[in-house]
């Protein structure tokens, strides 16, 4: 061993081992709090285990899903406001992994930054237990880099990765048909999809974050209110799933309603939906009139109101509302039909339902 005692260290190159092992002990207590049944170990080992068996299935197909936050971390940033980001984390991925079918088991974070502030990453990962406990989903791993000169001080991003799991043959979409029912479950928000425009239309309108967000009828400030967290239908979805009829569900994320039902929908078939069926958000309502955006583009950027969407088949859909209703799952409207033809068609017009 040298013994020299004048040379340089990691501390000198900007990475703090010490405040990473603080952070992982700050940490522990939250990740503990998501165990389920499968989860075999805690933090700190060099993978993490999970034992299907033990979560009850016997012949499991495995559904991985991942995503991030996109720049309504930039909102999260500027205003120290990083609680609630990393449920926005979970719900990007846990949401998507729903739409097959299955069940999300486990989730694995990855947390960057330049200089890493114990106290922030200990916030968004705690808003990530807090996900995972809503969904039912183990946290089981992650990883934190600390990368001195990639990112500017106080910077950070994220990215998250679900694996769930379903019985063989229990794979969605399937059997979606003409007729069958458009269920749509409201959204909570803006969610975490178009804050590169929620963010130009923020400037434009000459606000600050820290001003009232002249939208909101209660006392809230533009940062708080679209840093509203992303959503959570892991158990609404699974729980009408359960019932029987559910034909394939559809995330309503970056695209909006015009980009992602036809992603569940087989080729020929498209949707009829009554933009009068459903609430629209004063938030939109605020973003459209301020941007100068047409209907046309709010629905293909934004959710406009409506988080997912269950396909239905007819016959079953008061058993899918009863079983939601007990779920106390939020208010499930029919928002449109599945058609004959390949295009999304929309009547009436966005606000006709009401905010």
């Known amino acids: 061993m040298s013994d020299k005692t004048n040379g340089m260290t990691y501390a000198d190159a900007g990475v703090d081992i010490d405040a990473g092992n603080d952070l992982v002990e700050r940490i522990k207590p939250a990740a503990k709090r998501t165990a389920r049944q499968g989860s075999m170990a805690g933090l700190g080992g060099f993978g993490a285990l999970f034992d299907l068996k033990a979560a009850g299935y016997d012949d499991p197909i495995l559904v991985a899903a991942t995503d991030g936050v996109g720049t309504k971390l930039r909102i999260a940033i500027d205003?120290?406001?990083?609680?609630?980001?990393?449920?926005?984390?979970?719900?990007?991925?846990?949401?998507?992994?729903v739409c097959q079918g299955a069940e999300p088991l486990f989730f694995l974070d990855y947390f960057a930054t330049g200089k890493l502030s114990v106290d922030h990453a200990a916030q968004v990962i705690e808003g990530i237990a807090w996900g995972c406990e809503i969904a039912n989903c183990a946290l089981i791993g992650g990883e934190t880099a600390e990368m001195p000169g990639m990112y500017p001080e106080g910077d950070f991003d994220l990215a998250g990765f679900a694996v769930g799991a379903m019985e063989r043959g229990r794979a969605l979409p399937e059997g979606v048909q003409a007729g069958d029912l458009l269920v749509g479950l409201p959204s909570a928000g803006v969610h975490s999809?178009?804050?590169?425009?929620?963010?130009?239309?923020?400037?434009?309108?000459?606000?600050?974050?820290?001003?009232?967000?002249?939208?909101?009828?209660?006392?809230?400030?533009?940062?708080?209110?679209?840093?509203?967290?992303?959503?959570?239908?892991?158990?609404?979805?699974?729980?009408?799933?359960?019932?029987?009829?559910?034909?394939?569900?559809a995330h309503i994320t970056g695209g909006g309603l015009t980009e992602n039902l036809p992603r569940v929908l087989p080729e020929g078939l498209g949707a009829e939906i009554d933009l009068a069926a459903f609430a629209y958000p004063s938030v939109f309502s605020w973003l459209a009139e301020t941007g100068g955006i047409e209907d046309a583009e709010m629905l293909r950027t934004f959710n406009c109101g409506v988080g997912m969407v269950l396909v239905v088949a007819a016959d079953r859909w008061e058993a899918v509302r009863a079983a939601l209703d007990e779920q106390q799952a939020a208010a499930a409207r029919v928002i449109g039909t599945v058609v004959e033809g390949a295009d999304i068609r929309y009547a009436n017009a966005l606000g006709d339902g009401g905010a």
Do not use: F
Not at 79 to 97: F, I, K, R, S, Y
Not at 202 to 226: I, K, M, N, Y
């Open 193 to 249: 999809n178009g804050y590169s425009l929620v963010r130009r239309i923020v400037d434009h309108g000459a606000l600050s974050w820290t001003d009232r967000a002249p939208w909101c009828e209660r006392e809230t400030t533009v940062a708080e209110d679209l840093l509203t967290p992303t959503r959570i239908y892991v158990a609404d979805a699974l729980c009408a799933i359960r019932a029987g009829g559910v034909r394939a569900l």
């Open 79 to 97: 205003t120290g406001l990083v609680g609630t980001v990393g449920q926005d984390l979970v719900a990007m991925c846990v949401n998507d992994l």
